[in-house]
C-alpha cells in the first residue's frame, strides 16, 4: 500500500467509480484558511464523456452558510437530483458547472478537522443513493482519513529527518528516522496486523539493539498476554510461556499511566524502587531494562510495545524512547486500519450476498412481468377469437338442419316420377313443408357470415404471429405499422369494451408514410404492448375517478388514444403515443423508468414495464424513449429509432 498522497487519491478516485458505476468520483480539498468557502478537486476519475473538474478552482461562498457545519459532524449529503433537492440558487450553478445532476457527498475527517470532501456525481441523469453504497463510501473515507494521516505523518517523519541531518551530532538519530520510515513502510505492505506486528517487533530490537521486543494485549480485566516478540537467541520466549499476566498495579489502575498516553522507562530494575512482587514477575522475563509505549485503537489503550535489555542495566536515550512512541503510534493506526479492512472485507460479503439476492428477485419480478403480459396476450388472443367462433358454432345448428332438410327432399325426390302429377304435387307439398324457398335464401347469407368469422380468425393468428415474431430472433426491416395495429388487434378486448357497458376508448390513428425500420421486431412489440398497455390504465383510473365520460349529458372528454408516426430527421422514425387518462405527478416524473418503480396499486405493477421499454429502446436500437405528462391532462410517450439499426450498432454494441 502506497504512503504517497497522490497515489492514495487517485487510487481512491478509480476504484470508487468503478466499484459505484459513477460517471464521476474526485477528491475535494478545502484551502486551508479559506473558511470552506475556497477549494479545489486534487484527484479524480471522470467518464470520458464529461468534463475534468480538476482545471477549475471552486468558490462557493453558500456552501459555509448551507453545509459546512454538517459535514464537520461526519453527515453525509446524498441529492438524487439537485433541481429537486431545495439547494440555494448559487450552490446550484456550481454544480451546474461541473455536470452534475445527482451527487454524494462525504466528509472526509482528519481528526476533528474537515479536511475535504469525497465527491460522487452522476452527471448523465439523476440517481437514487441506496443505503449500501453511502455505508460503503462513509467506510472507504475513514479508511481514507486514516491514510491522510498516515501519510502525513509520515511527511513528518521525513521532515524530521531532514532537520537531523543538519549537523552531525544528529548523525545516529539521522539513522534511526530513517530506519523508521523503513518500518511504516514495511507496517503498510501488509493488511495482515499479525504480520505488521512481527515485522514491527523485530525492525524495532534491530533498531534499538536490545534482546527482546514484545507486543502485549490487554484483556477485557486489563490482565494480558504477550501476542508477538523477537527475541535474541540466548533468551527465553516469553510468547505461550505465560498464558495470562496480571499485574495488579495496571488491573487497578485501568492501564495505569500508560492509558494516558505516557512513555515509561526503567534504567535497571533493582534500583526503580519496585515492589518486590513487580521485581519478580520482571526476573521471570528475565529483563534488566525496559522502555514502554502504549499501542491505543481509536481512543481505547489495546496493548504495549516493550524493548528489554536483559543482560545489564541500560540507559535509554530521549529518541530511543520517542521511536517506541512513533512504532506504537504507528501499529494502533494499523490496528485500526485491519479492523477497517475486516469490517469492509465483511460488508463487501455481505453486500455480494445483497445483490445475489436482488438479483433473484429481479429475475422472479422479469418472469412475473413476462407472466402478466402474456396472460394480457392470452385473455386479447382469446376474447377476439371467442366471437367468431361462437358465432360459427352458433350458426352450425342451423346451417347443419338446411343440409339434412335439403338432403331430405334430394332423397324424396329421387323415389317419385317426375311425370306423374300426384307424385309432383307431393314432392311440392314435402317441399313446402320443409320451407326450401326460406333454406335457399338464408343458407348462402349464413355460410357467407361463417366465412367471415373464419377470415376474422385467420386474421388474429395472422396478427398474434407479426406481434410475436417467433421466427425472428435477429434485427430486420420492418413495417412498424403493421406491429403497432397487430398490438391493437390484441389488446382490443380492452380499447374496444365498453366499461361498465356504457362507453369504449376511441383510438385514433395518425400514420405518416413511414419506411421499413431495421429492429428486433419483437422486442418493438413488446414496447408497443407496454405502452398501450399503461394508456388503457391510465384512462381506466381516470375513468374511475370520474374525469372521462362518453355520456352526451355530461361535459367530461371521451377516453381516447393518440397514434401518430412520422419523419423525424432523414434517418429517424418518431412514433407517439398519447392517452388523456390520469396523467403522471410531477414527484414521479424523475423515477417513471427506474427499475421497480410503479404508482399502481399493489399486486397490478412490477415497475418493470417501463423500465424494459427504456432499456429496449436505448440500448438494444441505439433509440430515445421520452416522455410528456400534466397531472389529470394525459401522457404522451415518444420513441425516437434510426431506420437502419445495422449503421447506428456499427463501431458500438447496444447488446
Known sequence: ??????????????????????????????????????????????????????????????????????YTQGRVQAVADIYNAELSDCHVRILEQFQVRANLIVPVLKGDELWGLLCIHQCSNPRRWQFSEIEFVREVAIHFAIALQQSEHLEQIKHQSALLAQTTAQAKALLRQKALVKIVNKIRQSMDFGAICQTASEEV??????????????NPDWSGNFLFESVAPQWQPLVGTFPSIEDTHLMETWGGRYAANETFAISDIYTAGHSACHVALLEEFQARAYAIAPI????????????????????????????????????????????????????????????????QSQMQLIQNEKMTSLGQLVAG??????????????????????????????????????????????FQAQAETLDIDYILEDLPKTLSSMQMGTNRIRQIV?????????????????????????????????????????????VIKDYGNLPSVECYPAQINQVFMNLLSNALDAIEEAIDAGKLCTDSQTNQPAPKIWIRTRMHEPDQVEICIYDNGIGVKEDDKAKIFDHFFTTKPVGKGTGLGLAISHQIISEKHGGTLSFNSSPEQGTEFIICLSVSLQSKLSGKNFS
Not at 34 to 54: K, N, P
Not at 384 to 399: A, K, S, T, W, Y
Open 1 to 70: 500500500m502506497s504512503l504517497d498522497l497522490q497515489t492514495i487519491l487517485n487510487t481512491t478516485s478509480t476504484t470508487l467509480r468503478q466499484f459505484l458505476n459513477a460517471d464521476r468520483v474526485g477528491v475535494f480539498r478545502f484551502t486551508p484558511g479559506s473558511g470552506w468557502d475556497e477549494g479545489e478537486f486534487v484527484a479524480e476519475d471522470v467518464a470520458s464523456e464529461f468534463t475534468s473538474a480538476m482545471a477549475a478552482k471552486v468558490y462557493d461562498h453558500c456552501f459555509g452558510a448551507q453545509f459546512a457545519v454538517y
Open 205 to 218: 530490537r534491530q533498531l534499538l539493539e536490545s534482546d527482546r521486543v514484545t507486543i502485549y494485549r490487554f
Open 296 to 359: 491505543f485503537e481509536g481512543d481505547r489503550l489495546w496493548g504495549l510495545l516493550t524493548a528489554f535489555q536483559n543482560s545489564a542495566p541500560r540507559q535509554w536515550q530521549a529518541d530511543e524512547i520517542e521511536l517506541l512512541a512513533q512504532i506504537g503510534e504507528q501499529l494502533g493506526i494499523a490496528l485500526q486500519q485491519a479492523e477497517y479492512v475486516r469490517q469492509i472485507q465483511s460488508k463487501s460479503i455481505e453486500l455480494k450476498q445483497i445483490l445475489e439476492e436482488l438479483q
Open 381 to 426: 388472443v382469446a376474447h377476439e377469437i371467442n366471437n367468431p367462433v361462437n358465432f360459427i358454432h352458433g350458426n352450425l345448428e342451423h346451417v347443419n338442419e338446411y343440409v339434412n332438410n335439403l338432403l331430405s327432399l334430394t332423397r324424396f325426390y329421387q323415389h317419385i316420377n317426375p311425370e306423374a302429377a300426384e307424385d309432383v304435387r307431393a
Open 462 to 506: 395472422l396478427s398474434l404471429r407479426n406481434f410475436s415474431r417467433l421466427d425472428e430472433s435477429a434485427f430486420k426491416a420492418v413495417d412498424l405499422h403493421e406491429g403497432i395495429d397487430s398490438t391493437l388487434l390484441i389488446l382490443g378486448h380492452r380499447t374496444l369494451r365498453s366499461y361498465n357497458h356504457k362507453f369504449e376508448v376511441e
